[in-house]
């Protein structure tokens, strides 16, 4: 069990991801907590109930080797602390099929600014590695936010602004990583969007990824 520092300070108390379902740690818990189990299985949700835990979603993995240099149809640039106010419009405006957004048990404001203080925790240096744009002029299309590890890039974030999705924005700025990052094919791009997320689903696959991993993500919320 691994406390999420992020959302313990959205949240106003402590948040917890694992990778499994222990009761007997999960009793042990300080309350009021937050709990998100990454699950490969299905829990049994009737025995469970007393705990008042919800499936909220199934994640979908995917993966890319990059055996090749590719390139970006638009400009693309590393965002520097000038661009922050027009990458938080695109976050704030821009639709999402979060797991955040499906639980209803959490609130509208955390839903509305939850995004934002993601991409904020790039610029206060708390999380992900490089910041990436795609710019015409100096209108910014999108973003995409990374975390490096070894010849692995992760997919933090990719967000399109709504005006400008099916320009082939999302390509570029996976082509212009995937040059930024090559190390003579021993790049590896992973990603995760939501089973529920279609329309990310068919843009990996059509970039190349292939699914590798999946599992369900479920909420355990104690406000008491």
């Not at 509208?108 to 600014?113: A, E, H, L, P, Q």
């Not at 710019?135 to 299309?141: D, R, V």
Request: proline share 1%; hydrophobic share 35%.
């Amino acid at each position: 069990m691994i406390k999420d520092l992020f959302l313990t300070k959205l949240f106003g108390y402590s948040c917890y991801t694992s990778n499994e379902f222990n009761l007997n740690k999960i009793k042990k818990i300080q309350r009021p907590f937050f709990l998100t189990i990454k699950s490969r299985n299905k829990l049994n949700i009737k025995k469970n109930q007393n705990m008042r835990i919800s499936l909220i979603s199934k994640q979908i993995n995917f993966k890319k080797k990059v055996l090749k240099e590719e390139n970006n149809l638009i400009n693309c640039r590393k965002a520097n602390h000038s661009d922050k106010k027009n990458i938080l419009k695109i976050a704030q405006n821009s639709p999402s099929v979060s797991r955040f957004l499906i639980d209803k048990t959490i609130s509208k404001s955390f839903k509305k600014n939850y995004k934002q203080e993601w991409i904020l925790n790039y610029f206060r240096k708390k999380r992900g590695d490089n910041l990436l744009l795609a710019f015409l002029n100096k209108t910014i299309y999108g973003f995409i936010l990374l975390i490096k590890k070894k010849n692995q890039v992760i997919i933090d974030q990719i967000i399109v602004d709504k005006k400008y999705v099916k320009k082939k924005v999302g390509t570029s700025l996976i082509n212009y990583l995937s040059k930024l990052y090559f190390n003579n094919g021993k790049l590896t791009i992973t990603a995760g969007t939501s089973i529920d997320n279609h329309i990310a689903k068919k843009f990996y696959l059509k970039n190349g990824f292939k699914k590798f991993d999946a599992y369900f993500i479920y909420h355990l919320k104690f406000v008491k």
